[in-house]
Each structure stands twice: as C-alpha cells, then as structure tokens.
C-alpha cells in the first residue's frame, strides 16, 4: 500500500474536509495506532476514546466485545467524525461488519491491512500470529492471510498475559520477558519467518520480540499499517483536511483518565496534557482532568 500524499493540484480539486478522525481502543494500545496517523497526516484533528472501564475485550465473550464497540463507535459518530478506525485488533476481529453495517460513516479495522503486508514479507510463506484470545479465536487473521494466499501457512498463538501488562506499563520487566518467550516458542517451533503484532499493545515490545525470535524474522506492525490505509481513503474519499494547519487531539476514557494519561504518553510517544472521562451512562463527559487542549 502506499502512503502517497495528494499533490497540490490534486488537493485543489475538492473543499477541505474539517471534521476529525475518531479511533477507538480497549485502553492505551490504540495510541500506537494514534501515533502513526498524527506522523502520517499532522494536518488532520483526531478523537480518540480509550475504553479503559472495559478492558481488557481479548478475554470478553464476541457478543460482549460488538456490543462494546457498537458503543465506542457510537460515541465517535455523535461527535461527526469522517472516519473512524477500530484500534483493536479484538473488536475489528469480531465486530468489524456490523460496524460498517450499523454506520453510514466509514470504518476501518486493523486486520486487513496487516495481513496483507505478511503475505508479501513472508518468503517462506509461513506466518506467525501474536495476538489476544478473542482475535485468535475468531480467526479473522488467518481467513484474511489465507484469502491473499490460499497456501500460506499460520502459526496463531494467543498471548493472554501481555496486553494487561503493557497496558499498566511494564514492557521491560522479567516478567514481561518471560511471557514472550513463552508466547514465541512455538513460532519459533513452526518456523514462520514473519510475526504479526496481531494487538496494538504489542509494538512496545519490538525491541525484545526481535531479539528473542532473531533478526531473520519480519515482524508487522498493524499501527503502520493502518496509517497508510487511512492517508489512502481520504485521498480515494476526498475528506482531507487543509493541508497547510496543523491538527489537533483530544483523548476520552471510560475509568482513571489521570492513570490513561500518564502510560498513554508512552504509548504516543507525544505529550497527552488533558483527558476527559466519558460515563457509560448517558452521553455527558465529566471533565475530571480538565479541558482538552489542541496538542500538536
């Protein structure tokens, strides 16, 4: 896929399109996510909603993690976003065609566009899948690889301990190390020569994921990639914003938005300076760390 940005004359063609990006995840992981897009397009104005009450959606049962996203999404709508891209590789996994049955407003997820940059990585054309319960268990990766590639080989491992772990910030601890080797052992076994980081916790782990499976070994990082597929759907939309501004952000979560603060920054790898709480009941927002400024 490619990340093309408009050309100038190309641009000329159509009106700006101001209205926000909404993204959406069961807690900080999608700010990984958040952070290719902010690289990609500096222009655009993102919401995003880190749905922390609910957290973890990769050990919840499939009907509980739609009725969650249905909502999550919802929310987004309300506040006319033109896009809105599933950060979650859980909820995009099982709930991603009723979203785009459920909204007149596009929806995109995070699987596809991670499985097609492993079915061209692979050489050996077997591919590895790190990801939570509920996305192994929904096979939604492996029919999406095997839908590229008909031959190709999946080795699906689901890794139920890392996404909390990361979520409460410990990426470096022996603990932490000691799951992955657990969860790498049997890609290792099956020989695949690609991993998919198949949750969007995991690309905080890339430095001990490549050391501990070697440097032969592609690893996908879904955030890019769902990235570049956003920068083409607002080119192929025409629903870009001006160019020449620069953006803004602004962040909700259902529960402890000061805790959703200070991990999420290292998730973003940008400042987070304000974060509203948004109640399941009802559609008000209690702003319990204050205003939400535009943050660049």
Known sequence: MSGRIPDAHQHDRHKPDPRPIGVFDSGVGGLTVLHECLVSLPHEDFIYLGDTSSFPYGSR?????????????????????????????????????????????????????????????TRSRRVGLMATEATVFSASYQKALRALDAGIEVEAVACPLLAPLIQEGDVFSERVESAVREYVAPLKRAAVDTVILGCTHYPLLMPMLRRVLGPSVALVNSAQEIAREVVEILERKQIGNEREREGSYKFYATSDPEGFRTVGTRFLQLPIRRVHLWGETGDSCEETVGVTVADG
């Open 61 to 121: 049962s499939h009907e509980e993690v739609r009725g969650l996203a249905l909502r999550n999404a919802g929310f987004l709508v309300e506040r006319q976003v033109k896009l809105v891209i599933v950060a979650c590789n859980s909820a995009t996994a099982v709930a991603l065609p009723q979203l785009q049955a459920a909204f007149a407003t596009p929806v995109v997820g995070v699987v596809m566009p991670g499985a097609r940059v492993a079915v061209q990585a």
